[in-house]
Each structure stands twice: as C-alpha cells, then as structure tokens.
C-alpha cells in the first residue's frame, strides 16, 4: 500500500491521491460558484447599497420584512412562475414528439438531428436580436407573413401588453428545446429494442408500447430535463433582457431582472441579495422535487 492510500475501521481502502485530481475541477467551483453564493446570502442581511463611501452595516431579516410586503417583486415572482412553467411544459412536450421523430430510421436523420441542435449553439443575446427582427411591427417577418394572408395588418408583438409575454414564451420555447431534444433522444437510443420488439408482437400499438416499454425507461432522463429546464428558465436574463427589458409595464419582468435593475440601476445589494435568496429557495424546493422523484422511482444513482 502506498503512502497516499490509508485503510480505514471498517476495511475500506481510501485514495488520497485522488483529491489532488479533483482538486483542479473543485477550486474553481468554490471561488467562483460556492464562495459568491455564501457572499450574496451575507449580503442579503445587510444594507448595503453602491458606492464606495456608504457604510454596510448589519439589518438582520429587514430585507426580506420589506421583501414580503413588496407587490412589485410578488408580481414578478409570479411573472417568473408563468415563464418558467409555460416554457419549461411546452419545450419539453415538443422535444419529445421530436425526438421519438428523430429516433425513427428517416432518411437523412443525421441532417435532421444536427439541425435541430442550431439554436442550442446559438448565443442567448444574438437569438433576442433575432427575434426581435422577427417581431419588428413594421418590417418583421410575422407581421409580413400575416398581411400577406390577409390576417390583419399585424401587431406590436414585444410592446403590446398581452402578447409580450405569450411572444417571449414562444423564444424559450425555441431556444431551449435542442437541449432537451438531445437529452430526450439519448434516452431513447437507451431503451430495450428488444422490448419493444416484442411487444409489436403481442400486438401492442404504438402508444401502449410506448407506455409500457419506452417511457419507464426514459422517465428518469425526463425528470432530470425537466428540472433543469424550469431551474434555467426560472433563472433566465439575457433572452428576456434583449428582447423587452422586463417591458411593456413590467409584463416581462422575471426575477432575476427585477433583482438587477435592484442592484444596478438603483443600487440596493442588500435588497437584490434578499431577492436572490428568495429564488434560491425555489429552486432548492424544484430540487428536493426532483430528488423526491428519482428516489420514488427506484434511480439512487
């Protein structure tokens, strides 16, 4: 046995070598991701504000007693509930339909599939501008497109105040599907053939083989997309920023950009850090959700 081995009380063999391998993965995630959280829940009892000259002192739960009372945020929690719930159920509902598409034996699958990935290697900030060229009133192409069907003379998509959030959902949508897509297929390519075959001979149809056989052994690939998504979608900034910058009148206001313009344009940290803490635990409600799910499920790995 080497030096940087030992063996514990109960017969265990540990490895300490292989920290100094993990080490290089594992630093970087504590400066850069644990170390700016543990700062932000800090800075969330405090009253700091900008500037270099203005004194930090300690308030205790006051961010989170003028949090509570706060319609504006409340408003626009619940904004980000309806985004990230009408994104995330869509995109997943339409990844799956493609992805059984895209696990058939087509003709030229391999070009379809590598479309489908297009708008996942497109930057979030260049698929807003896109899209707004899209939804432009006056030149876009939807608007174009239903004058030249005689529908209407079109609308101002992004600025009108009840098509400004149905109009960004549809960019989500869009913009988060290849993800799943990828996922959903890599799950399938998983399934028992075998099973399927089999069933298709006991004269299963194609919903009750995919029932039977294809969805218990995607279900675990499913949960995990899906809680991703809602966490990444609840989380989004830069899709929505571009497009509308939380307008017309707040429709589009998600958390994180009522907590940025918080911190930066009004530069209350201490009260932006509350707001971040407050999504924290949604997402850490989402996680347990799903941890609940897979243990249920009979996946502890």
Avoid at 199 to 218: E, I, K, M, Q, Y
Wanted: hydrophobic share 55%; aromatic share 12%; charged share 10%.
């Amino acid at each position: 046995m080497t030096s940087a081995t030992a063996t514990t009380r109960s017969g265990r063999t540990t490895d300490h070598g292989a920290w100094f391998l993990v080490l290089p993965a594992l630093i970087p995630i504590l400066v850069l991701s644990v170390g700016p959280l543990l700062y932000g829940i800090a800075l969330a009892f405090t009253d700091s504000q900008s500037g270099r000259t203005q004194p930090t002192e300690w308030i205790g739960l006051l961010n989170f007693q003028d949090l509570i009372h706060d319609s504006l945020f409340w408003d626009s929690f619940g904004i980000g509930l309806l985004w990230a719930v009408g994104v995330t159920v869509p995109q997943f509902l339409l990844a799956l339909g493609l992805a059984l598409l895209l696990n058939q034996n087509l003709r030229f699958r391999w070009l379809a599939r590598a479309l489908a990935i297009v708008p996942w290697a497109m930057p979030e900030v260049v698929v807003g501008i896109m899209w707004r060229l899209v939804y432009n009133p006056d030149a876009g192409i939807l608007n174009e497109t239903l004058r030249d069907l005689g529908l209407g003379e079109g609308r101002a998509w992004l600025t009108g105040l009840a098509t400004a959030l149905p109009a960004v959902i549809v960019v989500g949508i869009w913009a988060g599907m290849p993800q799943t897509t990828v996922a959903l297929l890599a799950g399938l390519q998983n399934a028992p053939y075998e099973l399927q075959e089999a069933a298709a001979l006991d004269g299963a149809g194609a919903w009750r083989r995919f029932r039977s056989v294809t969805w218990p052994a995607l279900r675990p690939v499913a949960l995990a997309i899906t809680a991703l998504n809602f966490i990444w979608n609840f989380n989004s900034f830069a899709l929505v920023y571009v497009l509308t910058n939380g307008g017309p009148g707040g429709r589009t206001r998600l958390p994180m950009l009522f907590a940025y313009e918080e911190a930066f344009r009004y530069g209350q940290f201490g009260y932006a850090a509350a707001m971040g803490c407050a999504m924290v635990a949604v997402i850490s409600v989402v996680l347990a959700f799903h941890l609940v799910g897979r243990l249920k499920g009979g996946d502890d790995r």
